[in-house]
């Protein structure tokens, strides 16, 4: 794609925990992703609660309640008490059952904030989906009006929640404007879209050029999956390659893909050739297509390397 811009990418928040991304709006109830603070449905400014912050405000409001039931029952049994000591013993208890509560109530925290959590998520799962489908028409917004640093720094956020392909192919659609660096913060395994994408293929062809450590098992098996479709594309074949290439990074790849790597070989960088010379030289008998391979090209091409010679 020609006339690719430069771009440095808005740092994505990190949490702990997914859900910790969602936030509510007070004014009308609806959920974002965004990091932006008006309301896209009901236009208030200023009016987002975290996710977080809601939950542990509901887990307050619940102590609250139980104390007041606990704490009403012992005045209930101090009034209907006949005489002092019954009434000591009825506040007494009424104490002591409050103090109880609350040692197993922070004791048992984390089980009840998990409890009502997925509570809270199950019962407002709907309006969650509204709120980031709302998100999503507005990343959407940005990337027709050609602004696609903020519609895919949008995609990213929505796409921690909402796992989608049409989130993909869109957040594919941007990356593919820029000029990828390796300093800069790309994914790709959570690109992978549910069936072939010519998008996806040109991204993954730019990816394993500048940054093949995210090349994975999983883009590897898509690359399979699809060969003969990416083939037939133009540069197809050296996009395979470049896939290929990248997987020579761990031995586990190079075992179970050693057939597709036999079929690039020849388009190996010499650094990676060698790499993969030496790879194959501790243990010939586990790369038997490999090394057959090898052993011919390097008497064909690289008679007179020495350093090659050598290793196998």
Excluded at 174 to 182: E, P, S, V
Excluded at 258 to 268: C, M, N, T
Excluded at 288 to 300: A, E, G, I, N, V
């Amino acid at each position: 794609m020609k006339n690719k811009i430069a771009a440095h990418f808005r740092p994505s928040r990190r949490t702990s925990h997914t859900y910790e991304r969602l936030k509510q709006c007070k004014g009308c109830g609806s959920y974002s992703s965004l990091w932006e603070d008006t309301c896209l449905y009901c236009g208030a400014d200023g009016k987002f609660t975290p996710l977080l912050p809601l939950l542990q405000t509901i887990m307050k409001r619940h102590a609250q309640r139980d104390v007041l039931i606990v704490g009403t029952g012992a005045l209930a049994a101090i009034v209907l008490s006949k005489n002092l000591t019954e009434m000591l013993i009825s506040l007494l208890a009424g104490i002591a059952l409050i103090v109880l509560y609350l040692l197993l109530r922070k004791k048992y925290t984390p089980y009840l904030e998990k409890s009502l959590l997925n509570e809270l998520l199950q019962s407002e799962n709907r309006t969650i989906r509204e709120g980031l489908l709302l998100d999503t028409e507005d990343a959407a917004a940005d990337l027709k009006a050609e602004d696609y640093k903020q519609a895919y720094e949008k995609l990213r956020e929505i796409g921690y929640l909402f796992t989608g392909n049409q989130v993909k192919i869109l957040k594919i659609i941007c990356l593919n404007h820029f000029n990828l660096r390796k300093d800069m913060d790309l994914e790709l395994s959570t690109l992978l879209p549910e069936a072939f994408d010519i998008d996806f293929v040109l991204y993954l062809f730019e990816v394993s050029k500048v940054n093949p450590e995210l090349v994975k098992r999983d883009a590897i098996d898509y690359t399979i999956r699809y060969r003969t479709e990416i083939e037939a594309l133009p540069g197809g074949h050296i996009a395979l390659a470049l896939v290929f290439t990248a997987a020579l990074r761990v031995k586990a790849y190079v075992l179970q893909y050693q057939d597709q790597i036999a079929d690039f070989i020849e388009e190996l960088p010499r650094e990676r050739l060698i790499r993969l010379c030496h790879l194959v030289a501790e243990g010939p008998d586990d790369f038997p297509q490999l090394y057959s391979k090898l052993t011919t090209l390097l008497k064909q091409k690289y008679e007179s390397d020495p350093e090659l010679q050598g290793i196998i």
